[in-house]
Structure formats: C-alpha cells, structure tokens
C-alpha cells in the first residue's frame, strides 16, 4: 500500500472544522475565529463550543455571542488548595483532576469571570509541595508570574505550618532559626515560632518546604503534617481544601 493513501479502515473527517466554518460566516479570518472558540463565545446549535478541534455539519447553526471580541485569552494563574498525598507532578492521586469548574471558589469579585479551557492549558506548577503536605499550589501561564516564582524564588517568603510529634532538643528552636538545625549543612535565618505543643510556624525565605522535614530531624522532631499557608502576599485565607481559586489581576507575589 502507498503510504500517500491512509488505511482502508480510517474514517473519513466528517463536516467542517468550526474555525474555518466561523471565518467565512463572519468573514474575517481563521485565527480571529478561533479566538472567538478559545473566548468561549461560539455556540453550535445553541451550545458553547471551546474545541478548535470541532467539526460541525452543513445544517448546524454556528453563532457568536453578542458582544464578543476576538481577543487572545489573557493567561491564567490558579491558586489551589492542595489536599495532602496528591501530587503535581507524576502519580496519583493527581491534582490536575480538582481543577475543574466544579471546585472553582469564586469568592467576592467585583465581576464574574469565565471559566474557559484555555486557562487549564499549559499550566506549570512552581514552588511545588511535597506530596505529603497540603496548601497553597500555585499553576501559572504567566510569563512574569514564571519568572518571579523562579527567578526570584529564593527571595520569596513562604508561611508554612508544620505538625510535629517528639521533644525538641533544648537548643532546637534557636537552630531552626539560625539555619543550623541539619548537621553539615548552612541554611539562611528564618523565623519559627510555636503556634501550640504540636505546630511550629516557618517562614522560609531562601529555604524550601521539603528541607523542612530534615530541619525538624535535626533537631529531634518528627514532622507528621505540613501546611502551606502563604506564598509572598498570597495567602490561602478562606480557599477550601481542594477547591482553586484564580489569581486576580491586583494581586502580587
């Protein structure tokens, strides 16, 4: 068989992809078509159609909403509250699955905003959580968001509660704090205090959250439960345990 032809039990496309169906109807062209796809704008026989994959028959009815402007979507950053044991990496249970418009927690805005496929595109996970803690995970598409949470991630302050079982050695909380609590290791100062007889508060600044495990061993602790409850000025606040939230266009790492 040549392989110009496809196999014989391949089915044949059927109708027409919804962008180039789009330009034509409105006259304009296929990229600002799919924009108004991606925007969530298009309706096929009354529905809302985000998939530029879509085809669409001859008799189907193709619309835009009112109002609509061929727009690129402008990129999402998502704020989660991460359950402890999933993961956002490989594995499961996975956090990708609790982003979904069903767990989005819109909370008080001065206007509703839409929920579209695009923002789940593409997503990269920064200052990620060990898979045993739970918290505030941040998934960004920005280009500036990116670069803070990388770039600058050492200078980044991060609020995390850790339960701990066991006695701390004597000297224990100054060595949390003057970055010597890992023997044969130097970390920054940072600031931990007592919440109660079981947590401890860090505030990390150039230390990361999976270090704290080994900290708490240093000094005769056993970490059993982390919480991570602020990166920079974003706080977890009010976000429920496995819901998300998105980040609004005022607020600042």
Known sequence: MSENHPPENTAPEVGERLAKRLARQLACS????ELYVENGAVLVDGQIVEALSTRVLPGQ????????RALPVPPATLLLHKPAGFTVGEGQ??????????????????????VLKKHFQHQTPLLTLPIPASGLTVLSQDERILRKLTQDALFVEQECIAQVRGKIAPDG????????????????????????????RFALQGIFPHEIEAMCAGVGLQLVGLKRLRVGRIALAGLA?????????????
Request: glycine share 6%.
């Open 30 to 33: 296929r990229r600002e078509a």
């Open 61 to 68: 009815q193709v619309s835009v909403a009112p109002g609509a």
């Open 173 to 200: 909380l100054q060595r949390l704090c003057d970055g010597s609590a890992i023997p044969g290791k130097r970390l920054p100062r940072i600031k931990v205090s007592w919440q109660n007889e079981q947590h401890l």
């Open 241 to 253: 345990e496995g819901h998300w939230r998105y980040l609004q266009p005022w607020e600042r790492f």
């Open 93 to 114: 249970p996975s956090a990708w699955s609790l982003l979904t418009p069903e767990r989005w927690q819109q909370g008080p805005m001065p206007a509703p905003i839409k």
